[in-house]
């Protein structure tokens, strides 16, 4: 029963953050709606979820349609192509998967032909797996650096994803790893916003949170196993 899953979920996360002395509050449940059905979505957002995460585009412009005006933050969280980046601006209230300069500025142009700010997120591929998207930890500087000086941008932080491991634990080096990278770049950088870690899924979240994670984004845990449309 979603009720149930949701609830546990959110135990979950409230005894990670208690095991690693933060506040429950400061972790932001992202739930991933990739293959559910909008009526579940609506069931949801009617138990508490502020936040909802799609992968791709066409989907997410579908599933609004059917939803209407939801009170919820919509997040892309799947690789954004530059050909799909206006509709993405239209559609969503932040980014995850920004992974190049040439997609940072394509947002910030379309963005500044909107009256909306977009938050966004530079993903980065720390475990080098050539499977994920997300620029090296290396390039991270250059990205960084580019949003923040945008002017219709927000930049919000960075966001990773481990490799799939049946293990939790194996996952504890990837979210450490962008910790620290965050914090060199809010150091070298001079930022004066935080930089959020988004971070974690249904396998990995309660190691992510007590690496830092800010925003963990959850799917399966909550919805159960999806069928891809």
Known sequence: MLRDRFDRVRQRIQRACQR???????????CVTKGVASDLIRQAVSLGAGHVGENRVPEAMRKRHEL??????????????RNKAAHAVELFDAIHSVDSLALVQALERLAAESPRRIDVFIQI????????TGCRPQEAHTLVEAVAASGHLRLAGLMTM??????????RPVFR??????????TSLR??????LSMGMSQDFEVAIEEGADIVRIGTAIFGQTIPR
């Open 125 to 132: 591929n720390i475990s080098g797996e050539a499977t994920k």
């Open 162 to 171: 481990a490799p799939f491991s049946t293990d939790p634990e194996g996952a």
């Open 177 to 186: 790893h962008l910790r620290r990278l965050a914090d060199e770049l809010q």
């Open 68 to 81: 209407g005006k939801l009170s919820v933050r919509w997040h892309l969280i799947g690789h954004l192509q």
């Open 20 to 30: 690693s002395g933060r506040d429950p509050s400061c972790v932001t449940l992202l």
């Open 191 to 196: 930022l004066s916003q935080r930089l959020q």
